[in-house]
């Protein structure tokens, strides 16, 4: 199994969300052992996929408004892709299209219209007022609590360097939390 997927690629790349192009690159061209994917790292057509999956990463770490969007139609689409009103809108709700509504966030009345003009919604449709209502309070929410500010100073007891029982003071919005 190591030949096909080395168990340092899921440290360095897979399990890694802070990984850069630069630093997967690296890897690829200098540790992996499976030679396709260590040809990624000089092959013109795989740089340009990975390009295109760190370009798609950055859109949905941009917000999390973004995030809970394209999660929400990703799996609508993976979850029913086979069904007889989902397959032929494949150009509307398969992510690998870049026109796919995924990857383009939506006002509430902007998204009704395309998907009534998709025939995807109307009575007794997949989207339903409350699947509306969901998403966009949801997306509201993760929004909220992205900008809920939480930082931590440690407090030494005086000294200039931490002790083995430093304490840490939480300020919570303007609170302060001991959390010893």
Known sequence: REAILSSAFFLYVYHNENATMDAVVSYLANYESNPGLKAMATDPKGLAELTAVFAQMEFIASDPR???????????????????????????????????????VMAPED???????????????????ATFKTLYDFMAEKYEQSQTSVSVKKVYDGEDTPTAMEKAEVIVEGGEVDRA
């Open 66 to 104: 973004v995030a809970v969007w394209f999660c929400f139609f990703h799996d609508l689409w993976k979850s029913n892709n086979k069904m007889n009103k989902i397959k032929p809108k494949a150009d509307l709700l398969d992510p690998a299209n870049t026109n796919a509504i995924c990857w383009h």
């Open 111 to 129: 998204l009704d219209k395309v998907l009534k003009t998709a025939g995807l919604r109307k009575s007794g449709s997949l989207f339903l007022d």
